[in-house]
């Protein structure tokens, strides 16, 4: 009988379990019933994440993979109510980690460009809006993006209307030692950000908002090569509206953190396969 080739989704499959027997214990607390272990649970909710399906969905398709349940070692399905708990167990933290090992495995080359974009909230039921007097229908998520790999080195989300220039900073001490040249539109065009970044040795490309004539000479002296890289950040944006959803199912904003960083660790390890 033939033997049959590794599929992509066998590869990432793999990739998962390695990943995450490097960022986490075998099971999480002492009275755990050893059932499954952390990494499976890992495996299967980036699995859903990938396919873009519901738990249920996700666990009948199981039974016709084989070659995927061996691969991490599951010798029996858990139920849907399994995997929810563990999603609810693994905090943002756990995620975070994953993400940054995720990076090391794609050849990043420190130009970043720094973009927004909005997820949609709207499945969250109406009576749970209301009640906790949920005014803003999406989430503000901001992806700090290397141009050569389109990996995705950091994530900050918010709730509120926070201005991109209130943002950044953040993202900048906390990546100033993997990022070399930062690309941002006329949104991040504000001095402190710039000084902050010069202070952290990266060289800051942001256009500049045109009000007089300096500041447009200071936009045609722009490097417009390396400028042009920042279309790489909205095209990441993009893909993980259109591979992984344009919205979050959770309902609580700590749920909704976790499925938007675990959608940005997908996306690196599918980055990983190309």
Not at 19 to 45: D, M, N
Not at 78 to 87: D, E, G, R, V, W
Not at 96 to 110: A, I, K
Request: hydrophobic letters at 40%; a positive charge; aromatic letters at 6%.
């Amino acid at each position: 009988m033939q033997t049959l080739p590794t599929s992509q989704l066998l590869r990432f499959v793999e990739q998962t379990f390695h990943l995450a027997r490097r960022a986490v214990a075998r099971y999480s607390p002492k009275f755990s019933k050893r059932r499954y272990t952390l990494h499976q649970h890992i495996v299967l909710l980036c699995l859903k994440v990938r396919k873009n399906t519901t738990y249920p969905i996700l666990l009948d398709e199981l039974i016709e993979m084989p070659r995927i349940r061996r691969a991490i070692d599951l010798a029996e399905l858990p139920s849907s109510s399994t995997l929810c708990k563990a999603f609810n167990r693994l905090n943002v933290a756990v995620w975070r980690v994953l993400l940054n090992l995720s990076v090391t495995l794609l050849p990043t080359n420190g130009v970043v460009g720094i973009d927004a974009s909005g997820f949609d909230r709207s499945h969250a039921s109406k009576h749970y809006t209301k009640r906790v007097k949920l005014t803003i229908q999406q989430l503000k998520v901001t992806l700090l993006v290397d141009t050569k790999a389109n990996a995705i080195l950091d994530i900050h989300i918010t709730t509120t209307r926070k201005h991109d220039t209130q943002i950044a900073p953040s993202l900048i001490n906390c990546n100033s030692s993997e990022v070399e040249v930062m690309l941002g539109d006329e949104g991040y065009d504000d001095q402190q950000i710039r000084a902050l970044a010069r202070e952290n040795s990266i060289r800051p490309l942001i256009k500049h908002r045109e009000f007089s004539l300096l500041q447009k000479a200071w936009n045609a002296r722009l490097d417009t090569e390396l400028y042009g890289q920042r279309s790489q950040s909205e095209t990441v944006n993009s893909r993980l509206k259109r591979k992984y959803g344009a919205f979050v199912r959770s309902r609580h904003w700590w749920k909704q953190f976790r499925e938007l960083t675990l959608a940005c660790v997908v996306h690196n390890l599918d980055r990983t396969l190309q």
